[in-house]
């Protein structure tokens, strides 16, 4: 009877840790879009993203946003162009979600399905891979992201007639905290 | 002959303004995709566009949900779709003159309609939404008048750049032949009258290039401006630059038509008139950097594909 009693004790509250939630909150992030073009090698930087991940009953998911026109290449006419192209002021935001399973997130390479809106379309991807590195707390997430202008149905914009390359990857370096 | 030069000059413009013309007057086609909120398009969707006046036009999508509506002209539109028991929201639609704007459709239950907003991400429960991450309305609602204005803008400012590159021709062929208006003799002397063709013909050059260059500048300068923007990078110098060409596309043939004058009463160019050489080089300088700085930094890599 003690015994059956002392299980008791030291399970239940394992049992409802594991099912407490997690919040994870991005404090800091980088993210660029490179643009190829023969006269031009353009990235165009955000660090306005924000995000919240929710870790519950062994499942993450993510949601990171960031303003289109927050991305910076160094030119103001180039980034309206770019707004003007991608629909950016019909539809504001870059939208990423992502679940995995809780178990995945603690490997140094994580491989993950993403969900991403922009310019008006939803474009998935599968098995991306990310580098974590983890210190206390803190999390850093580093990865590229394939994107192309077809995914997002983006007419490729061009200067002095010749189109950019349809391949925009975009690169991702956050630093996430559990709350 | 300075009715024979009159008449070269007003050819030349004649030609640059039907050139314009041809680039600015286009129509329209409207295009996207009807989707459901979970992306899926709807195969054969009737789509209607509503003009502010007249009959409304209505297409249907393909199989896999794309629409288009070629042919229209600039204005306000409302644009709706139904199909497969789904239907969308009227969407203000605002067409400009750039040739290809792009709407997508997003099509659901009509019980869901009030409260659906375009683009509305589908979320699972325990999701975190966009309110969650702290961005205002403002930030995550779309402006379909900005974007509009941002289509307008870009077709102005591409027919600005095609102008623009253009006006290089007959700028150097100008210069080139500037010198030649004074083209030595065979004895290898300065011939001190100038030979009529040679002045014609550089006039003409001149005036081309001046018609072609002010078509190029109005692209520019009536090129709706959006708001909020502070400018920054190579676009700063492209339009500082213009403070210098821009008054010497005024002077250069100003100055020219005064030397042409001098030159054709038996004179040498002389006072003002005789910096006209001078005037025009800066100028084409100054535009040249004006078209190099807006490609800045340039790195060549054509060998990519």
Do not use: W
């Given at each position: 009877m003690n015994r059956a009693v002392l299980m008791g004790v030291l399970l239940v509250p394992a049992a409802l840790a594991a099912q407490t939630d997690t919040q994870w909150v991005l404090d800091q992030s980088t993210l660029s879009y490179h643009m190829s073009h023969p006269m031009h090698q353009v990235d165009g930087v955000s660090h306005a993203a924000k995000g919240k991940g929710t870790c519950h009953a062994g499942q993450c998911s993510f949601l990171i946003a960031a303003p289109?026109?927050?991305?910076?290449?160094?030119?103001t006419n180039r980034d309206l162009h770019m707004l003007e192209t991608t629909r950016g002021a019909q539809f504001p935001m870059v939208v990423v979600r992502t679940s995995f399973s809780e178990g995945a997130?603690?490997?140094?390479?994580i491989d993950v399905d993403l969900e991403i809106e922009f310019a008006g379309q939803t474009a998935h991807y599968a098995h991306v891979p990310f580098q974590r590195t983890a210190q206390g707390n803190e999390v850093s997430i580093s990865g590229t992201i394939p994107a192309t202008c077809s995914d997002f149905k983006i007419d490729r914009p061009s200067f002095l007639t010749v189109p950019i390359k349809n391949e925009i990857p975009v690169k991702v370096a956050m630093s996430w905290h559990k709350m | 002959m300075k009715l024979k030069v009159a008449w070269l000059v007003l050819l030349s413009l004649m030609i640059v303004l039907l050139f314009s013309l041809s680039l600015a007057a286009q129509t329209a086609t409207l295009s996207g995709t009807a989707t459901d909120a979970k992306g899926k398009p709807i195969a054969n969707a009737a789509v209607t566009l509503k003009p502010a006046t007249g009959a409304p036009i209505e297409v249907h999508a393909d199989a896999d949900g794309n629409y288009r509506i070629p042919d229209l002209a600039p204005g306000e539109y409302t644009l709706s779709a139904s199909g497969e028991g789904l239907s969308s929201k009227a969407i203000k639609v605002t067409v400009t003159t750039a040739p290809r704007q792009t709407v997508d459709v997003l099509l659901v239950p009509e019980q869901e309609l009030p409260s659906a907003p375009q683009a509305a991400p589908s979320s699972a429960p325990a999701s975190p939404s966009l309110q969650d991450l702290g961005f205002s309305s403002e930030q995550t609602q779309g402006n379909a008048q900005l974007q509009a204005t941002l289509a307008k803008r870009t077709h102005m400012l591409k027919t600005h750049q095609k102008l623009g590159l253009i006006t290089v021709i007959p700028m150097a062929a100008t210069l080139i032949t500037g010198p030649q208006a004074k083209a030595k003799g065979r004895n290898g002397g300065t011939i001190k009258e100038p030979t009529t063709a040679n002045l014609d013909f550089h006039a003409a050059l001149g005036g081309a290039t001046t018609a072609l260059y002010f078509s190029a500048a109005y692209f520019a300068i009536r090129a709706p401006r959006v708001p909020d923007t502070k400018k920054h990078g190579g676009i700063r110098w492209h339009e500082a630059l213009a403070f210098v060409h821009g008054p010497g596309m005024i002077l250069t043939p100003i100055l020219g038509a005064m030397a042409y004058n001098q030159e054709n009463n038996?004179?040498?160019?002389?006072?003002?008139?005789?910096?006209h050489g001078t005037v025009a080089y800066v100028t084409a300088i100054a535009y040249g950097t004006s078209i190099v700085a807006v490609s800045w930094p340039i790195h060549w890599k054509f060998w990519e594909k």
């Open positions: 289109v026109k927050s991305f910076d290449s160094g030119d997130s603690t490997a140094a390479t | 038996g004179e040498k160019a002389h006072g003002i008139a005789a910096q």
